[in-house]
């Protein structure tokens, strides 16, 4: 019996992505249960975006096996999409596109249209989910958080660099 907290785990390269989840689904991985990406642009070597997708065989409860595809996509590249292998994938890309600005190419979801907006509302700008993304909310009310070292009424500065959270843009950004 297989242990079911096992994951396996492969790393391909973006020309192989499509070939191996084919490949995946042909060694029994038949269920898809996700495709997302992660932010991986400010790491010094391969800057770019990890797409995951997670498989699972389920033929049986006790044959329950997992499968991890990671490949690693340049910010402005695009992928194969996986939707002509799992029509399920076809809301995952959307999202991923919409979120980080990656494309898919080949994406088909059966209604003749191409990647198009899914979450964010009408005119919204911007790629949510990048490390780059500035947060507008941060940029209009200060930061709720406890107050860095030396900003507190009670204590005396220590000299210290005061760090401002991700996504919190220069005090000078903005309308005014």
Do not use: Y
Not at 13 to 41: H, I, K, M, N
Not at 83 to 92: D, E, K, L, S
Not at 151 to 174: C, F, I, L, Y
């Amino acid at each position: 019996m297989n242990d079911p907290a096992a994951v396996q785990r492969r790393e391909v390269s973006p020309q192989e992505w499509v070939a191996s989840v084919e490949g995946a689904r042909t060694e029994g991985f038949t269920f898809f249960d996700w495709l997302t990406a992660v932010d991986q642009t400010d790491v010094e070597d391969a800057p770019g975006f990890d797409v995951v997708c997670h498989l699972m065989d389920g033929s049986t409860p006790k044959s329950l096996r997992r499968l991890m595809i990671r490949t690693r996509v340049p910010d402005g590249g695009t992928l194969g999409s996986i939707t002509p292998v799992f029509r399920g994938a076809a809301w995952h890309e959307r999202e991923t596109h919409e979120m980080f600005g990656l494309g898919f190419d080949g994406f088909d979801d059966g209604t003749g249209q191409d990647l198009r907006p899914l979450l964010l509302p009408d005119g919204f700008e911007g790629t949510p989910l990048r490390k780059s993304f500035v947060l507008a909310a941060r940029a209009s009310k200060a930061w709720p958080g406890a107050k860095e070292p030396g900003e507190s009424e009670h204590s005396k500065p220590t000299g210290r660099r005061r760090v401002s959270a991700p996504g919190v843009p220069d005090a000078d950004w903005g309308p005014r």
